[in-house]
Nanobody, 123 residues
């Protein structure tokens, strides 16, 4: 069965960096676009970034553009999210997801999700 497992979250001071990882299993990883979303307390889950099968196309939310970088290693079945210059407003649970088709911006178009990893940025 399809599984996505995130790791790498934690507590960091504003201005710091973290790298999240998402290991996929149960399907042919390189055939699918992958995305990252986040959900802050009391807010809806929102799109962060996504990457196509070979990394040639990447899209970012305006709020993270220039600070976050999404990448993937198909040999390791892993997607990464490098987060730099973190801000307190980046505090959220971060989820990776497999794109199922449709519009990459909407969570409804992702068919499998990880359990999430908490990122907390202190001021």
């Amino acid at each position: 069965q399809v599984q996505l497992v995130e790791s790498g979250g934690g507590l960091v001071q504003a201005g710091g960096s973290l790298r999240l990882s998402c290991v996929a299993s149960g399907y042919t990883f390189s055939n699918y676009l992958m995305g990252w979303f986040r959900q802050a307390p009391g807010k809806e889950r929102e799109f962060v970034a996504n990457i196509n099968w070979n990394g040639g196309n990447r899209y970012y939310a305006d709020s993270v553009q220039g600070r976050f970088t999404i990448s993937r290693d198909n040999a390791k079945n892993t997607t990464y999210l490098q987060m730099n210059s973190l801000k307190p407003e980046d505090t959220a649970v971060y989820y990776c997801a497999r794109f199922g088709g449709g519009d990459y911006y909407y969570e409804k178009d992702y068919d499998y999700w990880g359990q999430g990893t908490q990122v907390t940025v202190s001021s």
